[in-house]
Structure formats: structure tokens, C-alpha cells
């Protein structure tokens, strides 16, 4: 839960004068909604990392690992091309981060 948005619900009830079992009420849907969206951010992750640990070898090209599902095939990269699309990639989010 964030110590900032706990200060300001309780900051606000006692300007607008809200009764403490309100307050309480309120500080308590706020923390169940923060820990819902941990846990959506959390399984979201878990769905990423368990996607990319599918890569299987190849039986036709030994030098390829190869990733199939949803009707789509991708063939991982060799590790000097990784580093290259990694870095395209740092450079690209760097460059977007400063534009917007």
C-alpha cells in the first residue's frame, strides 16, 4: 500500500469530516484493490516468463531453439544477435522515454 495515498485519504476524511469507521471502510478497499493489482501484475509476469522458457531445440537446424504456439513459430536468436536486438532495443526505449 502506498504511504502517500493512505496519507491523503486520511488527510481529505479529516477535512471533509468523514467518521473514522468511514475512513477505516475506505483505507481498507484501498489496500485490497493495491493488493489485487499486485497480484494481476504478478500472474501477468509469471504468463511472460513461463511463455519464454518454451523454447525447444530444433530437430532440423541444431543451432536454432524454436518456440511454437498460437499457430506462430519463432526461432531464438544466437547470442552474438541477441546482444545486438537487446541493445536496439535499450536504445529505442531510452529514445522513447525522452520524447514523450
Same mark, same amino acid.
Given at each position: 500500500? $502506498?504511504? #502517500? *495515498? *493512505?496519507? /491523503?485519504?486520511? !488527510? %481529505?476524511? +479529516?477535512?471533509?469530516?468523514?467518521?473514522?469507521?468511514?475512513? &477505516?471502510?475506505?483505507?481498507? %478497499?484501498?489496500?485490497?484493490? *493495491?493488493? !489485487?493489482?499486485?497480484? &494481476?501484475?504478478?500472474? !501477468?509476469?509469471?504468463?511472460?516468463? $513461463? @511463455? @519464454?522458457?518454451?523454447? #525447444?531445440?530444433?530437430?532440423?537446424?541444431? @543451432?536454432?531453439?524454436? $518456440?511454437?504456439?498460437? %499457430?506462430?513459430?519463432?526461432? #531464438? /536468436?544466437?547470442?552474438?544477435?541477441? *546482444? +545486438?536486438?537487446?541493445?536496439? %532495443? @535499450?536504445? +529505442?526505449?531510452?529514445?522513447?522515454?525522452?520524447?514523450?
Amino acid at each position: 500500500m $502506498s504511504l #502517500k *495515498a *493512505a496519507f /491523503l485519504i486520511l !488527510a %481529505g476524511s +479529516v477535512v471533509l469530516h468523514v467518521s473514522p469507521l468511514n475512513t &477505516l471502510i475506505i483505507l481498507c %478497499g484501498f489496500m485490497v484493490c *493495491a493488493y !489485487a493489482d499486485r497480484w &494481476l501484475v504478478e500472474r !501477468a509476469m509469471f504468463k511472460i516468463v $513461463s @511463455e @519464454e522458457m518454451e523454447w #525447444k531445440d530444433d530437430k532440423e537446424h541444431p @543451432e536454432w531453439q524454436v $518456440s511454437k504456439g498460437g %499457430g506462430l513459430t519463432r526461432i #531464438k /536468436l544466437p547470442e552474438e544477435h541477441q *546482444a +545486438v536486438v537487446y541493445r536496439m %532495443g @535499450e536504445m +529505442v526505449c531510452r529514445i522513447l522515454k525522452n520524447t514523450v
